[in-house]
Structures are given as C-alpha cells and as structure tokens.
C-alpha cells in the first residue's frame, strides 16, 4: 500500500454512499471519504445524482487527520486537472507529506478552540460509527 501524498490527484472507486459525502477506495491507498460539499462546483442536495457505487472517480487528497482518516475532494481535482498548468507551479513538485498539527494543551485552549475540537471529534465519531453500521449492514443482507 503507498502512502498518500496531501494535493496529490488519485484515480478511485466509490464503495459506499451515505448523506454526508461518500466513500472511496484509492488505488493502491487505502479508503477516504469525499463530503458532500467537496462533490460538484454546485450546490449538491442528491450525492446520488452525481455519483453511483463502484463508479471510478478522479479524487484529490485535501487532507489526512491523527487518526489517519482521509479527506478527499472530487471538484478540486476537475478544477486542477482543466486548467493549464503555470510555470511556477511545475517548480513545486516536492511531495507534500502529512505532519500532524501541535496540539494545544487543553489549559491554553479558548472557548472557541474547545468547541471546534470538540465538534471535529464528534463528527469523525459519527462518521466512524456510520460507516460500521453500514458494514454490518451489507454483511447481513447476503
């Protein structure tokens, strides 16, 4: 399996969908998910109208937490891959490898700091326990 490079484009295939985005395997690379948000250039109220599962996508990754979750984007890699590359930007071809974020120790965190932390651990809890639900799910039903 090799490692995922964050702003690297990616060919993959949508396993599973689900009303926050969906998921896909990376060739070669292990899962991530796409959020809805990060789908179309439009406003996506049916991820469904856009994607089907085991449809082969173009994915870039935009972004790998602590735990090692992927986030990835379908409009941002049709938005590289349409338009023409400048020269500057060929100059930057090193890899961009993931380095995890210092954590401020609780004692100097703000209110707002707390919050938003919490609410990321939420989500990714949420996402977590969806997904095993969805697992479980497909396993039963054959």
Do not use: W
């Not at 049916?46 to 090692?68: C, F, P, T, Y």
Request: with cysteine; charged share 35%; aromatic share 4%.
């Amino acid at each position: 399996m090799q490692q995922l490079e964050i702003g690297k484009i990616y060919t993959g295939k949508v396993k599973g969908i689900a009303k926050y985005g969906a998921f896909v395997d990376i060739d070669g690379g292990g899962t991530g998910m796409v959020h809805i948000s990060e789908i179309a250039d439009t406003f996506v109220n049916d991820i469904n109208e856009h994607l089907s599962e085991n449809q082969e996508v173009k994915i870039k990754v935009i972004g790998i937490n602590e735990a090692g979750k992927v986030s990835l984007s379908i409009k941002k890699a049709v938005e590289n891959s349409d338009r023409p590359r400048r020269q500057n930007e060929n100059r930057r071809n090193r890899p961009n490898v993931y380095e995890p974020k210092k954590s401020i120790p609780q004692s100097e965190m703000t209110f707002e700091d707390m919050m938003s932390h919490f609410k990321q651990s939420s989500e990714e809890r949420i996402c977590d326990i969806k997904r095993n639900t969805d697992r479980k799910n497909k396993t039963r039903r054959k």
